[in-house]
C-alpha cells in the first residue's frame, strides 16, 4: 500500500502497541531526517464487550484498521509483565498475540520490548512510573497538554515506538577480530 498524504511525509513510522484487555493502548511515531514526533496517539476501550473472544476480534478489527490508515514500517510492542494472576497473563498474551496477528498480516515487522527497557529508554529509569514516561514523552516530543490522553496506556504505546526508534537508530559497533589469532588469521598480509 503507498501512503496517503498525511502520512507521505515521514521517512518512516513505527506504531507502538501497550496490550491490554480493558484498555489497549496505541501510538503513531513520525521520523523525518532522524528526528521522531508523535502522529498519533490513542486508546482501544474493550470493556463494553462481554466475550473475552469479542475484545480479541475487536482488537485485531481496530489493529488492522490503524494499520492501514498509518501505514506503518514497523510495530514496537511491550511484552507483558508477569503476574501472579495466571488467568489474567494468559489473557494478556492473547491480546498482545492478536495485535501481533494483525502486524504479521500486513507485513510489519515486529519487536518485542519489556517494560523496564522501555522505561530506561525514555525516563532513564527502568523503575519510573507511567506518569513519569508521560511527563517525559511531552517533553521530548514537544507534545501540548491538549493532546495528551487521560489514559496511560496510550503514552506507554507511544513509548515503545520510541523506544524502538532509540534502539533502531543506535549505530553499530564494528566487530573486531575476537583474538590475536583470528586477526593474524584473517590479515595475514599484515603480519611480518
Not at 511484552?79 to 498474551?93: D, E, H, I, R, Y
Not at 520490548?113 to 532513564?124: F, L, S, V
Not at 491538549?146 to 515506538?161: K, Q
Request: charged share 25%; glycine share 8%; hydrophobic share 40%.
Amino acid at each position: 500500500m503507498e501512503r496517503n498524504n498525511a502520512v507521505s511525509d515521514w521517512d518512516r513510522i513505527i506504531i507502538g502497541v501497550d496490550p491490554g484487555t480493558n484498555v489497549m493502548g496505541y501510538g503513531i511515531l513520525g521520523v523525518k531526517r532522524g528526528k521522531p514526533a508523535m502522529i498519533a496517539m490513542g486508546v482501544i476501550k474493550l470493556s463494553r464487550f462481554d466475550s473475552h473472544y469479542k475484545r480479541l476480534g475487536h482488537i485485531f478489527s481496530r489493529i488492522t484498521g490503524i494499520i492501514e490508515q498509518y501505514l506503518p514500517d514497523e510495530m514496537a510492542i511491550e511484552a507483558p509483565f508477569f503476574g501472579k494472576n495466571v488467568q489474567s497473563m494468559l489473557k494478556l498474551g492473547r491480546a498482545q498475540g492478536v495485535a501481533i496477528a494483525a502486524a504479521i498480516s500486513r507485513d510489519i515487522p515486529i519487536v518485542e520490548y519489556e517494560p523496564r527497557k522501555i522505561k530506561m529508554a525514555i525516563t532513564g529509569n527502568g523503575a519510573a512510573a507511567k506518569e513519569q514516561v508521560q511527563e517525559m514523552l511531552k517533553r521530548i516530543l514537544n507534545i501540548s497538554k491538549e493532546n495528551i490522553l487521560p489514559e496511560l496506556d496510550a503514552t506507554d504505546a507511544l513509548g515503545a515506538a520510541l523506544c524502538h526508534f532509540y534502539e533502531s537508530s543506535k549505530p553499530e559497533i564494528a566487530k573486531g577480530p575476537k583474538s590475536w589469532k583470528e586477526f593474524i588469521a584473517k590479515n595475514p598480509s599484515r603480519v611480518k
